[in-house]
């Protein structure tokens, strides 16, 4: 049983800024999925990584003046599943060329690329912001028979549109079991076998060829501790495609570490705080 502890924040004053900031805060100590309202913040964290002094030392650290009331309660996970998909997914819409929606969803726009997700537990498609910016990013880009690698695929999104316009191989890299499981799903919904998917971490990446295009929508202390891995995995002259972190400082971190391996910053876009960064192996 994937049992989870949703946990409760509720902002006082409460504003999109606050609540995107202890996202981020949140999203550094384990936590998975997020839920903003005009009140505060819903956030997921698995029942074995939940920890009442993480926290406290997040709420401790928040630097925005406001007061948050917190509460934790253990969700069943058979049972969230359901509560997921029926009230807190919504359907991903990238202008008229990509719209990702799950099985249940009608009324869905028409678009290039359609693709079909079904998302377990608190995995979802992950912040919307990150992942519509690279999703936005990878219809921009030339990937006709260009080799991919999607660090941290989560359900699989992104490893699934590189596939549709044209991406070989495609190699999706997971940690998490259960989100690995929910990737192989939603990759056979839409008809896309080719594209390998591995249950591990970066170093899962030694069984892996440098790719041309290298993705990792994850989060900033995991790609900075990963990034000389990444960048191993990337062809001279090939993108770097980061997200999952915030504009200004966490961005100056990133391209100054990335310096190190040859990676200069081509582009950056943000979105509601978030950024993401297009990176370019000398």
């Known amino acids: 049983m994937n049992d989870y502890y949703e ?3 509720d902002l006082e004053p409460c504003s999109e800024d606050a609540c995107d900031l202890l996202a981020g805060m949140l999203a550094e100590n384990a936590f998975e999925s997020f839920v903003p309202d005009e ?4 956030a997921y964290v698995k029942k074995d990584d939940y920890s009442e002094d993480a926290v406290r030392a997040v709420l ?3 630097p925005f003046d406001c007061m948050v009331v917190s509460s934790a309660e253990l969700i069943e996970g058979q049972d969230w599943n359901a509560e997921w998909e029926k009230n807190y997914f919504q359907p991903i819409v990238i202008g008229d060329s990509v719209v990702v929606h799950s099985s249940f969803h009608t009324d869905v726009p028409t678009a290039q690329y359609d693709i079909v997700i079904d998302p377990k537990m608190a995995f979802g498609t992950g912040h919307h912001s990150t992942t519509s910016q690279i999703l936005t990013a990878l219809v921009n880009s030339d990937l006709d028979g260009k080799s991919v690698i999607d660090m941290g695929t989560g ?3 992104l490893a699934i549109l590189a596939a549709m316009r044209g991406a070989r191989p495609v190699t999706g890299v997971e940690l998490d ?3 690995y499981e929910n990737a192989v799903e939603n990759i056979a919904l839409n008809g896309h ?3 390998r998917l591995i249950n591990g971490d970066a170093m899962a990446l030694a069984d892996v060829a440098p790719a041309d295009v290298f993705i990792a929508n994850i989060n900033r202390n995991v790609i900075l501790a990963d990034l000389a891995a990444y960048a191993e995995h990337l062809k001279a002259g090939g993108t770097m495609l980061l997200s999952g972190f915030y504009e200004g400082d966490d961005c100056d971190m990133i391209i100054a570490e990335a310096a190190k391996y040859g990676l200069k910053p081509e582009s950056q876009t943000s979105d509601k705080r978030w950024a993401c960064l297009k990176l370019i192996k000398s």
């Open 155 to 157: 359900t699989g999104i």
């Open 193 to 195: 076998p080719e594209i």
């Open 39 to 42: 009140t505060g913040l819903t």
């Open 177 to 179: 079991g259960f989100a």
């Open 7 to 9: 946990v409760r924040f």
């Open 60 to 62: 401790a650290d928040f």
